[in-house]
Nanobody, 125 residues
Framework: QVRLVETGGGLVQAGGSLRVSCAASGRTFSNYAMGWFRQTPGKEREFVAGISRGGGTTHYADSVKGRFTISRDNAKNTVALQMNSLKPEDTAVYYC??????????????????WGQGTQVTVSS
């Protein structure tokens, strides 16, 4: 499995921006579709954004569409989530996930086989 490490979380005021990144190692990164999920205490982990192996296809949850952008750099083995116009309800632990061999994007937790440890994003009102 590929190893994933998220960075870039933190505290930001509502309306602000934050970028979280995920560095992959151990396998050929371009063979993996990537996704971002988030989770708050007492709730299930939810899909935020996904990107295909080559980066040509992306998919977003309705709650973040138009505010968040997922991107990847296969040369640097990284995937990022740029979050703009943040709202308090975006507060969560954000997880990076990887799925080997998928040609498109995936939106379900069970579609992914590798996960990072998560990074906390807190949006104050």
């Amino acid at each position: 499995q590929v190893r994933l490490v998220e960075t870039g979380g933190g505290l930001v005021q509502a309306g602000g921006s934050l970028r979280v990144s995920c560095a992959a190692s151990g396998r050929t990164f371009s063979n993996y579709a990537m996704g971002w999920f988030r989770q708050t205490p007492g709730k299930e982990r939810e899909f935020v954004a996904g990107i295909s192996r080559g980066g040509g296809t992306t998919h977003y949850a309705d709650s973040v569409k138009g505010r968040f952008t997922i991107s990847r750099d296969n040369a640097k083995n990284t995937v990022a989530l740029q979050m703009n116009s943040l709202k308090p309800e975006d507060t969560a632990v954000y997880y990076c996930a990887a799925r080997f061999g998928l040609l498109t994007t995936a939106t379900m937790m069970n579609d992914y086989e590798s996960w990072g440890q998560g990074t906390q994003v807190t949006v104050s009102s």
